[in-house]
């Protein structure tokens, strides 16, 4: 009898203890903004969730794949459209983690190259960079089709949403960044303002504009790091004195940083162009 009662306990208890929840849960870690050399910011606001919630936005097609977020007041035609352009190897989702900095009046759309980085479907690239004998070599024809992509782009998206063309900016990471300068200076039409982070100004583009009176209604915010192991600072100053030259209004700003986007960046792009909408509505 006694061994009944003592194998009715055991089986007792091993049966409680199954229906004991073991599970334990954890925290994703967090995912930093991913670029061409792992740029962060020093503040994230939920990029995680920002990209979910623009996910299930429905968006127009359009001729590259692209992130959207719509201005608070919603669109209009007098919305300004602000392209973001990430750097090699990233994605659409890179610069679209930072759309809380940015001014709330814009429609925003956060734009995939068109050049996907072999198998690796996840990154993507606005153009081939070869190495010759320690030089950086950029392929033309790769740039050239990009741009030209670009520019078809933003004719879809300012036909698509009934925007003003005259109010298009661009802002762009290191390969993002070149061609955003590349498109203001060879066709300023498109653009009404650019904030190029850590890039430069490319020989393909710096052909002479002093005739062209249309730069000089482009304006540009620039920013790099003078730790910029990437793309060395002397490149980036280099192309503010051919701007400076045609006349292209320009506000520089150097960095004690590397390769990256800084928090301090953030905010001081913030406030150029939420001051450059105002000044030229």
């Known amino acids: 009898m006694n061994r009944i009662f003592l194998l009715i306990f055991i089986l007792t208890f091993l049966l409680s203890a199954c229906n004991t929840d073991t599970n334990t849960t954890s925290k994703p870690p967090s995912k930093e903004v991913q670029g061409d050399s792992n740029p962060k910011t020093s503040q994230q606001k939920s990029p995680t969730s920002a990209i979910s919630k623009a996910s299930k936005t429905e968006r127009p097609e359009l001729p590259l794949t692209y992130l959207m977020q719509k201005p608070e007041g919603g669109i209009t035609e007098t919305t300004p459209l602000l392209l973001l352009l990430h750097g090699y190897g990233s994605s659409e989702k890179d610069l679209f983690r930072l759309n809380s900095y940015l001014d709330k009046r814009c429609l ?69 960044a070149i061609l955003s300068l590349g498109l203001a200076t060879q066709h300023p039409e498109k653009v009404k303002g650019i904030m190029a982070l850590s890039g430069y100004l490319a020989e393909e583009f710096k052909a002479d504009k002093a005739a062209n009176e249309q730069l000089k209604q482009v304006s540009a915010f620039i920013a790099h790091g003078t730790k910029d192991q990437v793309i060395n600072i002397e490149e980036a100053r280099a192309g503010i004195k051919e701007l400076k030259k045609w006349g292209l209004p320009t506000t520089y700003k150097e960095y004690p940083i590397g390769h990256t986007i800084s928090g301090e960046i953030l905010r001081d792009l913030g406030g150029w162009l939420s001051a450059d909408i105002d000044a030229r509505p």
Not at 108 to 113: F, K, S
Not at 136 to 151: F, G, P, V
């Open 108 to 176: 925003i759309l956060a734009v995939q190259a068109p050049m996907s980085m072999g198998a690796n479907a996840s990154k993507y690239k606005w153009y081939d960079i070869d190495f010759v004998e320690g030089q950086k070599i950029r392929n033309h024809d790769n740039i050239t089709t990009s741009t030209a992509t670009l520019m078809a782009f933003i004719d879809a998206a300012v036909k698509t949403f009934n925007l003003n063309g005259k109010q298009v900016y661009l802002m762009g990471f290191s390969q993002g």
